[in-house]
């Protein structure tokens, strides 16, 4: 694989983080992917430069915030200081890819009970009130919602350490 495909392909899977860097400093979402896609272009046409085995999304977002750097200077006459991005870089460090905490979630309903599921899916999938549930099963609406309250509570808590784990 070309350098320029490996890089496009990561470009793709970090879409989502890049994309909201870039949304913290732009207000206007279309100017914000137009400057993705000056990003992705200056990545695939300097992708000879990136070291395998280092941190892409750094990389990437050092593109990304002279990207900026240079809109917001022709835009606005404004000139931005590192100290404003390095506060913005950390601010992203430890946002999870939507991807990731999807694919987190998926593994963490697999271990839910059948019946706690299925009151998942009327409630979140069909738009079900717990009162609608509770007349379907025969539970009060009582104990529907602390179901409910104690599921989401043990899928919160499996994803968070799912996405921990896959960040050690």
Known sequence: MSDAAHIAQLVVKHRHGLLAYLYGVLPDAHVAEDLFQEVCVVAVQKAAEFQDGTNFVAWARTIAR??????????????????????????????PNPDVRKDALRRCLGGIQDRARQMLVWRYEEGLT????????GASRASVNSLLQRVREILRECVERRISEARA
């Open 66 to 95: 002279n990207k900026l750097r240079e809109h917001l200077r022709r835009r606005s006459g404004i000139t931005v200081d590192d100290a404003f991005f390095d506060g913005l870089e950390s601010a992203f460090d430890g946002v």
């Open 130 to 137: 717990a009162a609608a549930i509770a007349d379907r099963t």
